[in-house]
């Protein structure tokens, strides 16, 4: 089992910026991936961006260029990096790692809440 733990999140004004931690322990074998999803009220969770081990990223078309992922893998874990925030971002924010195989892990769950 792999455990992620989630931090960082918050309320902040929309122009502003915020930082998310996940930290990943337990049985980490090897790593795919790690990425962040999001899930604003009534929508589908949705990818916000992806890197896998070999710091290969992958991001939503419409966060290029505001939302950064970057990884410490000496400490398993997983940033991201949120400039420029607008309301629309207002959401939950779960951080995911992709195993061997198919095993997959969420985070709890982070509240991102963009509002003046």
């Known amino acids: 089992q792999v455990q992620l733990v989630q931090s960082g999140g918050g309320l902040v004004q929309p122009g502003g910026s915020l930082r998310l931690s996940c930290a990943a322990s337990g049985s980490i074998f090897s790593i795919k991936s790690m990425g962040w999803y999001r899930q604003a009220p009534g929508k589908q969770r949705e990818l916000v961006a992806d890197?896998?081990?070999?710091?290969?990223?992958n991001y939503a078309d419409s966060l290029k260029g505001r939302f950064t992922i970057s990884r410490d893998n000496a400490k398993n874990t997983v940033y991201l990096q949120m400039n420029s925030l607008k309301p629309e971002d207002t959401a939950v924010y779960y951080c995911?790692?992709?195993?061997?195989?198919?095993?997959?892990?969420w985070g709890q769950g982070t509240q991102v809440t963009v509002s003046s």
């Open positions: 995911r790692y992709a195993g061997p195989g198919l095993y997959v892990s």
């Open positions: 890197i896998t081990s070999g710091g290969s990223t």
